[in-house]
């Protein structure tokens, strides 16, 4: 059994737990758009084509905002191609996953889609192929309310097809998507895109003063253009945008269980060198304004030692509509992963205001839909939806002594990693915590200072399921196998928490407390 003693103290916060934190994605890409969100004819779909039973999952997983159309998707992307009646639709070539567009789903129909999910639309821009004509022309059909040519162009075509021809109202744009990466359609160099994002950032916010933007930084820490990419796209952008981007995916390799369960150990340090470059260029710049983080992309992705048919080099060997493309099947061990990368995001509230898991359905998703058939929760499905739905109020400071455990990529790490939200009015304290080890149960306890627990409103974990293993996962007939489950061996004493959580585990545990 190992150990660890966790505390938080009153005084000590480290910002309001953002409400962007809580994004997705939804890219046109494989089966995320097409037979996931949207399927004309599925018998759960209502007569728009939103397919009812994916929708109800949305719902319980709790997004916020949701970034869309894509990823690589949109750098070759006309958002034109995707209005009016959908019978004038073209059908393009989709470069980036090698797949045929039919853009029988677009703009208007997304809007509708995100309206009826309650989440907020962060519309990605294409500077790929584009530049500062299109940017301002699409603010102005999203969100010019009448009486120009694209706001009445809005107006005509959503009368034509049924769907929304008020503004969209979008406030949230993303210049481009990952433009430092040379497999990007129209990659740049950080001076080129740079440049173009801050000309376009400035046409955009001259039809739409309101809009919120976000500047492509570096498509993952690895790059051999990270720091630097960041620091000159700034030095460009900083007065005209306010926020930079981030990505990151995370994958197991060569069984190398402990380290991956180790990630948010990579995910704090990334976050603290994007942080650090903003406030040097901050600082030389000599700015007053803040810019903060969009961590609009992360997630665990089998990126390398997958042959099956949906990776990209076998959809690359033809032309298909809407192929299964990267649809990994997430099992136990992935599941406290992605429950500790939104520990490091919720530790980084104070820079980190919006994040975007990638993506929402089918494609790398914590929802599964079959074309046809139903729709089920994935492994990651629960840690996401839980954490949206209670972290609220304050992100706590937490002083952590855990005992360690050895991994080959980071030297040895706490064996427990943890965060704390406390909602001062609905006087509710929240524990997310996952036990790395992958033999060992972990006793945990949480010291108050200033606070005292009165009662264990609910507790729950996720482990490895009776009769499975750490690669158990929900799969179309096992769809249930991995969940939460209640967490029992769980206590206050003298006002302190303790509680055993299983090997290999992630749980929450929510306390009511009042004032000490
Ligand atoms: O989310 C899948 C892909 O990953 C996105 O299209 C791209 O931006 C990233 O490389």
């Known amino acids: 059994m190992t150990t660890a003693h966790l505390t938080v103290d009153r005084a000590f916060t480290v ?9 997705s994605f939804v890219e046109h890409m494989g089966r995320c758009v097409y037979t996931g969100i949207h399927e004309p004819g599925h018998p759960q779909a209502d007569s728009r084509g939103f397919r009812q039973d994916v929708m109800q999952l949305v719902r319980e997983l709790g997004p916020t905002v949701v970034r869309y159309p894509g990823g690589n998707f949109v750098s070759g992307y006309r958002w034109e191609d995707g209005v009016g009646p959908v019978e004038d639709r073209p059908v393009r070539i989709d470069g980036a996953w090698h797949t045929v567009e039919t853009n029988a789903f677009g703009l208007h129909e997304f809007v509708d889609w995100a309206r009826e999910a309650d989440v907020e639309i962060m519309e990605a821009i294409n500077l790929g192929t584009r530049g500062v ?3 301002r022309a699409l603010v102005e059909y999203a969100n010019h309310p009448q009486g120009t040519y694209w706001s009445d162009l809005r107006r005509k075509n959503g009368a034509a097809t049924g769907t929304t021809q ?5 406030k949230l744009w993303c210049l481009g998507n990952e433009l430092d990466g040379p497999w990007q359609i129209g990659h740049k160099t950080a001076d080129e895109y740079g440049r173009l994002a801050q000309e376009s950032a400035k046409a955009m916010k001259l039809v739409d003063p309101d809009i919120e933007l ?7 820490r690895q790059m051999p253009t ?7 796209v700034l030095s460009h952008t900083y ?5 930079i981007s981030m990505h990151a995916y995370y994958q197991e390799h060569d069984g190398d269980a402990a380290s991956f369960l180790a990630e948010a150990v990579d995910m704090d340090a990334f976050i603290d060198g994007v942080v650090a470059t903003i406030d040097a260029v901050k600082a030389a710049g000599k700015h007053s304004k803040q810019v903060d983080i969009s961590f609009d992309e992360w997630n665990v992705w089998y990126q390398t030692g997958l042959d099956t048919e949906d990776q990209p080099h076998q959809v690359a060997k033809g032309w298909q509509k809407h192929p299964r493309l990267i649809e990994d099947a997430y099992n136990v061990t992935d599941a406290v992963v992605v429950g500790t990368l939104l520990h490091s995001l919720l530790r980084h509230g104070d820079r980190v205001k919006i994040a975007n898991q990638a993506q929402l359905v089918n494609v790398i998703a914590p929802i599964r839909s079959e074309e046809d058939g139903p729709a089920w929760r994935q492994s990651i499905f629960w840690p996401f939806a839980r954490i949206a739905a209670k972290a609220r109020g304050q992100i706590m400071r937490l002083a952590v002594d855990s005992e360690q455990v050895p991994t080959q990529k980071f030297g040895d790490v706490d064996a427990v990693d943890a965060t704390v939200t406390w909602d001062e009015d609905a006087g509710k304290l929240v524990l997310f915590v996952a036990n790395r080890g992958l033999e060992e149960a972990a006793d945990v306890d949480l010291n108050l200072n200033g606070l005292q627990a009165t009662a264990i409103s609910s507790a729950e974990v996720l482990a490895v399921p009776e009769g499975g293993d ?3 996962a929900n799969l179309v007939d096992s769809q249930d196998a991995v969940g939460l489950k209640p967490l029992t061996d769980v206590g206050l004493q003298d006002g302190r928490l303790h509680m055993t959580l299983p090997a290999m585990s992630w749980g929450v545990v929510e306390l009511d407390v009042a004032a000490a």
């Open 15 to 23: 910002a309001e737990v953002p409400h962007r934190l809580f994004g």
């Open 133 to 135: 004509e299109e940017a």
């Open 166 to 170: 008020d503004p969209f109202d979008i």
């Open 214 to 220: 976000v500047a492509v930084g570096s498509s993952n």
């Open 226 to 232: 990270f720091g630097s990419w960041e620091h000159t």
């Open 239 to 243: 007065e005209e945008v306010d926020y």
């Open 470 to 472: 750490r690669l158990t």
